[in-house]
């Protein structure tokens, strides 16, 4: 913290002694110390992210273990509850994505282990008119559940065949949601689903299934916090680049979530389709909270904050180098985070209402401007940035 608070004072006397002039035409000179303070508060946000997605995932499986041992209605809800905390510090971290860092720097990162969707919920388990599909209820090829077991089942055969990650916890948690949006209801999934004796069948399957997963999705975060804490390998590597490399690496991933992966393909597409079963989680309706936590982390990461960690921020050295491109950035960002909170909830009703679809489509519109100004943003600091 003591680095940090120092690369914050330099950049805000250098803003301060050369902030005079208003010309953007003068632009002010944003040096590698600006840039490397940067760089080094992003690693901080990413490490405390990290720890504090373990922290909750860790509660998540304690509370489904206590659900696995005494498989009760009540315990259900918690486990519930608990899969929808720990959303929302994992939600914040989709920032990181897209910059070529460890989550998703290749086809063997954690990634696609922690929350690729959509999801083929017959991949799994029964579902509507499949009484007997599924890893859950294949005995014959899958004689054991386990974490080995199913963490190489995932995506064999296509991507949407995802067989661990938040979201089969989350389709084991609620089921599918085969509601109507109007009704404003999720998935109904019984907890005697995991009853000896009671509903569907393989209850002690489904059990070790949910046991596995969220063991598995502790062991996937604990990769990230080993590359990203202070002795981290990835840490290393990343402090050591470039600073034009790693900032271009940092806009690109916020412009890219912004404009392509949150407008595009987690709203947009939703939107055009009208369908809930291409929503982030679809199965509890917690989209609503995936698509605010997203815009959140980019937040973070462009304003330099986030919990107990604050430092020098893209903000800053952008509106340092042109203020006038830098307000803009700023009122784009607000702008978004105002549309975004004004969508209805859940989000299924959001994109099915008539009164209520225009709204998402201002949201997404606001957050393909964001995109854009990011990529603005990296021009102003002599960066070429890159939207995926």
Same mark, same amino acid.
């Given at each position: 913290?003591? &680095?940090?608070?120092?690369? #914050?004072?330099?950049?805000?006397?250098?803003?301060?002694?050369?902030?005079?002039?208003?010309?953007?035409?003068?632009?002010? =000179? =944003?040096?590698?110390?600006?840039?490397?303070? =940067?760089?080094?508060?992003?690693?901080?946000?990413?490490?405390?992210?990290?720890?504090?997605?373990?922290?909750?995932?860790?509660?998540?499986?304690?509370?489904?273990?206590?659900?696995?041992?005494?498989?009760?209605?009540?315990?259900?809800?918690?486990?519930?509850?608990?899969?929808?905390?720990?959303?929302?510090?994992?939600?914040?971290?989709?920032?990181?994505?897209?910059?070529?860092? %460890? $989550?998703? $720097?290749?086809?063997?990162?954690?990634?696609?282990? #922690? +929350?690729?969707? %959509?999801?083929?919920?017959?991949? $799994?388990?029964? =579902?509507?008119?499949?009484?007997?599909?599924?890893?859950?209820?294949?005995?014959?090829?899958?004689?054991? &559940?386990?974490?080995?077991?199913?963490?190489?089942? +995932?995506?064999?055969?296509?991507?949407?065949?995802?067989?661990?990650?938040?979201?089969?916890?989350?389709?084991?948690?609620?089921?599918?949601?085969?509601?109507?949006?109007?009704?404003?209801?999720?998935?109904?999934? %019984?907890?005697?689903?995991?009853?000896?004796?009671?509903?569907?069948?393989?209850?002690?399957?489904?059990?070790?299934?949910?046991?596995?997963?969220?063991?598995?999705? @502790?062991?996937?975060?604990?990769?990230?916090?080993?590359?990203?804490? %202070?002795?981290?390998?990835?840490?290393?590597?990343? #402090?050591?680049?470039?600073?034009?490399?790693?900032?271009?690496?940092?806009?690109?991933? &916020?412009?890219?979530?912004?404009?392509?992966?949150?407008?595009?393909?987690?709203?947009? @597409?939703?939107?055009?389709?009208?369908?809930?079963?291409?929503?982030?989680?679809?199965?509890?309706?917690?989209?609503?909270?995936?698509?605010?936590?997203?815009?959140? /982390?980019?937040?973070?990461?462009?304003?330099?904050?986030?919990?107990?960690?604050? /430092?020098?921020?893209?903000?800053?050295?952008?509106?340092?180098? +042109?203020?006038?491109?830098?307000?803009?950035?700023?009122?784009?960002?607000?702008?978004?985070?105002?549309?975004?909170?004004?969508?209805?909830?859940?989000?299924?009703?959001?994109?099915?209402?008539?009164?209520?679809?225009?709204?998402?489509?201002?949201?997404?519109?606001?957050?393909?401007?964001?995109?854009?100004?990011? @990529?603005?943003?990296?021009?102003?600091?002599?960066?070429?940035?890159?939207?995926?």
């Amino acid at each position: 913290m003591r &680095i940090i608070k120092a690369y #914050l004072l330099l950049s805000i006397c250098t803003i301060t002694l050369l902030s005079c002039s208003d010309d953007d035409s003068n632009p002010i =000179v =944003v040096t590698p110390l600006n840039k490397s303070g =940067v760089i080094e508060n992003y690693a901080n946000i990413v490490y405390k992210n990290y720890q504090d997605a373990k922290t909750d995932a860790v509660s998540l499986k304690t509370v489904i273990d206590v659900f696995v041992a005494t498989p009760t209605d009540a315990n259900f809800t918690a486990a519930k509850t608990a899969w929808k905390t720990a959303r929302e510090s994992y939600g914040t971290t989709e920032a990181f994505r897209f910059a070529n860092g %460890p $989550i998703d $720097i290749d086809d063997n990162a954690p990634e696609g282990l #922690l +929350n690729s969707w %959509p999801l083929d919920e017959n991949y $799994i388990d029964y =579902v509507d008119g499949s009484a007997n599909s599924g890893i859950i209820n294949d005995l014959a090829t899958y004689p054991t &559940i386990s974490k080995s077991v199913l963490e190489g089942l +995932n995506t064999q055969g296509g991507d949407a065949n995802v067989s661990v990650g938040y979201h089969a916890i989350e389709f084991l948690l609620w089921g599918q949601d085969l509601t109507i949006p109007s009704d404003l209801l999720a998935g109904q999934r %019984p907890y005697t689903d995991f009853v000896d004796g009671g509903t569907a069948a393989n209850q002690g399957r489904r059990r070790d299934y949910l046991a596995a997963c969220a063991e598995l999705l @502790v062991d996937h975060l604990q990769l990230m916090i080993n590359e990203w804490k %202070p002795s981290g390998n990835y840490r290393a590597t990343f #402090l050591a680049e470039n600073p034009d490399t790693a900032l271009k690496n940092i806009l690109g991933a &916020i412009a890219t979530l912004s404009k392509s992966e949150l407008a595009g393909e987690r709203m947009f @597409v939703t939107y055009t389709n009208q369908n809930q079963e291409d929503e982030h989680s679809c199965f509890s309706d917690n989209t609503h909270r995936d698509i605010r936590l997203n815009l959140q /982390g980019i937040a973070n990461v462009y304003r330099g904050s986030y919990s107990s960690v604050s /430092g020098v921020s893209l903000e800053d050295i952008i509106t340092s180098t +042109n203020p006038t491109l830098g307000a803009q950035i700023t009122a784009t960002l607000t702008l978004a985070e105002t549309s975004i909170e004004a969508t209805a909830t859940p989000f299924d009703y959001a994109i099915t209402d008539a009164g209520q679809r225009p709204l998402v489509a201002t949201a997404v519109t606001t957050l393909q401007t964001l995109g854009d100004k990011f @990529v603005e943003g990296g021009v102003a600091l002599g960066i070429n940035v890159t939207i995926q």
